[in-house]
Structures are given as C-alpha cells and as structure tokens.
C-alpha cells in the first residue's frame, strides 16, 4: 500500500496501511445528521464556519459543496492586507488520515495557547486582536547563514502547500486539522546547519502588551521554547504552518508562523514563533523545565505509555465527542518509527 510521493526526491513512504479518504471515514448518515441540525439552527453551511474568532475560516472545504458561498465570508485578507494572496494553498493528496476533518470553528474555539489563557475556549476571543503582522523569524546558531524572514515572503516564496494531519494534544483530545505551509526542512536548508548542528529550538513571540496570559500567569518560563533533535526537524512532516482550512493562520492558532510535528503530543508545536536556534546539544523545553516528569522531550505519541495522570490509550475527537483508540506516533509510525530505534518512549 506504500506508495512514493510524487515530485519530489527524497521522498518519504506517507501512505499508510489504514489511510482512508476522508470521506469515507465519516459514516455518511453521521455527516448527514450534523448538517441537518446546522441547517435546523438557521446556519447552513456558511453560518456554521463562522464564530469562534476564526474569522471567516473556511470549514470542511474538502467538499466542493461546502466552497459554494465562501465568497460571503469575510476574508482575512481584506484590502490594503499584508498578507500574501496565496491561500488556499493546494492540497496535497499525499497527505491522508483516515478521519473527518475537524470543522474550522470547533479546531478554533478550542485553543492551548497559555500565553493568552489557559481556558481554552477564551483563547480566540483573547487573541483577535494579536498584531502578527508584519512579522520576521530569525533563524540563528550553528547555520552557515544565519539570517531573519519576513513571514510574506515566506509565504511567496515557500512550497505552500495544505496537509490534513492528525493532531493529538497530551491531554487525550484530538482533532484532523488541514495545516498550509511548508516543510521545515525546506527553511532549514536555506540557512545551511552546520556539521555541530544537533538540536533546533523554537521560540514563540512575548509580548507582555498583546498578550494577557504573560501577565496573569508569571510563574511560567516565558517566552515557550520547543526543540526538537535535527533529525526530526529534516523530516518531512514537520512542517512550518502559515495558514489553516484555507486561510492565513488566525491568532489562537499561532499567527503567523506555528510549528506542526504531527507525530508527537501537540505541545512541542510552538505558536507564534519569533526565533529558531540551531544548537549543539539538547535544549531544556518549556514543559519539561515545569514538569519533567510529565513532559519529556521526545513527546511521541504512544498509546503504550501513560502520562503520571491519565492514560494514553484512548482519546477524544473534539468535534464529535468520540473516543477512539490513539495509534502509535500518532499514526504516523511508516513514517517515522525509523528517528527511534528503541521506540516512541524510550530515549534515543
Ligand atoms: N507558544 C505556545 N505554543 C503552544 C502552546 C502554548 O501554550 N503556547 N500550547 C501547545 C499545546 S499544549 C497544543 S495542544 C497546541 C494547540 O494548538 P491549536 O490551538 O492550534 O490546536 O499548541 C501548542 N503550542
Ligand atoms: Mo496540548
């Protein structure tokens, strides 16, 4: 069933034994159903992608009938915008997972964004105002050219493209989200790591002025810090999100620049990120400074291994409440198992 990306050379093996369309994934009467109470609601399909502060994402756009009418949303690129008009990127069928896209305003209204709030159904409230444009990433440490980006002109110049990735939070809910952006490989190679190069680390924006949670919770290690071993920042599938559902990245997904490591527990993917370090040896992170017990490094996804607290074995679909069995690197084992000899929990 393995088959090999098309167009590019180095290709990694990204179909998996399980992988349906997503269509196929929602039994049809369930969709159904979900589309007769919006529709019972007054909303419709339009009325249902809004809310949430998203503004105006578009919501299960993989269905051609769910375009109809997008053009009445307000967009996030308005007039006189900053943005690139290079959304939606197109979607790359490669990337496929088996499950139903979440809907945009639930992904939206349901945000771990601690700088803002821990509550994550006032993060995007919370977060509508973040002035994240414009916006430079400065990439530093062991590269052979170090330099800082301008987030646009990341946006004109990268491969965007839209991936459906599974995304597994470490609190056991999980939700299938379409990420635009880019490998980060493909930002890496510009700057050129060099032979001492180990570790890359990744650091979200603080600012104490646009973000509340700075302030009302000082006993974090801010600004958050991620890392990631260089070897698993290459892969492909760790990727550089500018966009989601179709549109640029609103706030309380991490505007404008996010990480994605789909295979490992959602907190190693930094929001807003301000600054990417290449380093020698393995950086602290943000969860593990806290609890190092309960937050390793590596983060793997691993049904097998429980958090101090709950079981990994199960989790919960944010949209429809369901609780299915986690998979092993998230799903994503084809492809990656092979960053980790000894296995998704035991250190390399
Ligand atoms: N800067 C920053 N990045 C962050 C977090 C955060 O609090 N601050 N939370 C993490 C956690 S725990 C998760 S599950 C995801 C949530 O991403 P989403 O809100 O886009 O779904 O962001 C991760 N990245
Ligand atoms: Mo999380």
């Known amino acids: ?16 034994r399980w992988a349906l369309p997503e269509r196929a994934a929602t039994p049809e009467p369930v969709w ?26 578009a919501g299960e756009h993989e269905e051609a009938g769910d375009q ?37 305003r639930v992904a939206g209204g349901h945000n771990n964004f601690y700088e803002f709030s821990t509550d994550k159904e006032r993060v995007a409230e919370l977060a509508a105002g973040f002035a994240s444009r414009p916006w430079t990433l400065e990439v530093a440490g062991e590269v052979a ?22 995304f597994r939070c470490v609190e056991a809910w999980s939700m299938v989200v379409p990420w635009t952006g880019f490998s980060l490989r493909a930002l890496l190679a510009r700057v050129e790591p060099t032979s001492a190069a180990r570790f ?12 509340p949670g700075l302030r009302t919770q000082p006993w974090y290690p801010w600004p958050y810090f991620e890392a990631l071993r260089l070897d698993e920042a290459m892969h492909p599938l760790a990727m550089l999100a500018t966009g989601v559902y179709g549109r640029p990245l609103p706030p309380q997904h991490g505007a404008p620049i996010r990480l994605v490591v789909p295979w490992k527990y ?46 990994q074995a199960r989790e919960r679909l944010i949209d429809t409440g369901s609780e299915v069995p986690t998979l092993v690197y998230n799903g994503y084992g084809e492809e990656v198992a092979g960053l980790y000899p000894r296995g998704p929990s035991r250190p390399a």
């Open 1 to 16: 069933m393995s088959r090999r990306r098309p167009r590019r050379a180095p290709a990694p093996i990204l179909r998996p």
């Open 32 to 57: 159904r159903a979900r589309r007769a109470v919006l529709r019972s609601l007054g909303l419709g399909v339009a009325g249902a992608l809004l809310g949430g502060g998203c503004e105006g994402l």
């Open 68 to 104: 109809r009418g997008l053009g009445a949303l307000p967009r996030a690129r308005r007039p006189g915008s900053t943005i690139p008009d290079v959304y939606p990127a197109p979607r790359d069928p490669t990337y496929r997972v088996g499950r139903a896209i979440t809907p945009a």
């Open 145 to 166: 050219r170090p330099g800082t980006f301008d987030v646009a002109a990341l946006e004109r110049s990268m491969p965007l493209e839209e991936r459906v990735y599974r």
């Open 200 to 211: 890359v680390r990744f650091v979200s924006a603080e600012d104490p002025t646009q973000m």
């Open 266 to 311: 959602g907190f190693k993917s930094a929001k807003s990120v301000a600054r990417i370090e290449l380093l020698r040896s393995r950086p602290e992170t943000f969860w593990s400074r806290l609890e190092p017990r309960e937050y390793g490094f590596y983060a793997n996804v691993d049904p097998a291994t429980p958090h101090p607290r709950w079981s």
